[in-house]
């Protein structure tokens, strides 16, 4: 009889170097793979020869199955196969419904297994020089979702928008209007904004504006989900970072030429 027992595995934020050794191991022991849309399908390369691997990949507006499938799937695979690994993009508790299926495996007696991801919050920021906390300009940090299960923006959101941290939204272009508007009645038209589309991937696309203009400038450059939308003023930072680069370059020219003289 096969021993049940699941996995839920952090993939990254997309590119498939960005995933732990250990969650290559616990892909290589696994006799199932449940796979979500976010997960890059390089990583499925890792899957063993005799690996059960199966989409079940959920997006705004596009389920594969609904998340009760999937839990009733984890189940039946577990007592039928053995080790299911449940390959979530990102980490698998950031917004990634890592409680329900835990819950679902315990009751039914299947001990649980994690192994963090890099979540995309804080990598794809990363990948493009946005720091979201930097000394003097934020001093800390909300990660929020767009779309609550009732399918309104997060009352999380209200606070968030009259707070100086910065701000990192997922699930969220299908808002992107009404959260603009919430920032805006809260008197931060100015404040920067850039929206990242399949960040650190080969696809990625970065749009960069201000609470009042990012809406036009998102529909100008066809952004769409998934992406990440981060306020704040680390924005501006990065934007800034070419004319800091090129005065660093002027300091390390003068002092060559002091030098040779």
């Not at 979500?36 to 005799?50: I, K, S």
């Not at 950031?94 to 495996?105: K, L, S, V």
């Not at 039914?108 to 300009?137: D, F, Y």
């Not at 924005?235 to 002027?250: C, H, Y």
Request: hydrophobic share 45%; net charge negative.
């Amino acid at each position: 009889m096969p021993k049940p027992s699941l996995s839920l595995v952090g993939a990254g934020p997309g590119d498939p170097e960005m995933i732990t050794l250990k969650a290559i191991r616990t892909i290589r022991e696994a006799d199932v793979i449940l796979y979500d849309a976010l997960v890059n399908p390089e990583l499925l390369q890792y899957a063993g020869a005799n690996a059960r691997v199966s989409f079940v990949g959920k997006r705004y507006g596009c389920h594969a199955l609904s998340q009760q499938e999937i839990n009733e799937l984890i189940i039946s695979s577990a007592l039928a196969y053995g080790h299911v690994v449940r390959l979530k993009g990102g980490d698998p508790f950031i917004f990634g419904r890592a409680a329900e299926e835990i819950e679902a495996a315990t009751a039914a007696g299947i001990p649980v297994n994690i192994v963090p991801g890099i979540s995309s919050a804080l990598a794809v920021p990363a990948g493009q020089m946005i720091p979201l906390t930097c000394r003097g300009m934020a001093e800390s940090l909300w990660i929020t979702t767009g779309t609550t299960r009732h399918g309104s923006i997060s009352d999380d959101l209200r606070l968030a928008a009259q707070s100086t941290a910065t701000v990192v939204i997922l699930m969220a272009m299908s808002k992107l209007g009404e959260i603009m508007d919430l920032f805006s009645s809260f008197g931060k038209t100015q404040t920067p904004v850039a929206i990242i589309q399949n960040g650190t991937t080969p696809g990625e696309k970065m749009v960069t504006g201000t609470v009042r203009d990012i809406v036009f400038k998102a529909a100008h450059a066809e952004l769409e989900n998934p992406a990440i939308i981060i306020i704040g003023e680390v924005v501006r930072w990065r934007e800034a970072l070419p004319d800091i680069i090129a005065q660093s370059q002027k300091v390390e020219r003068y002092e060559e030429r002091q030098a040779g003289m």
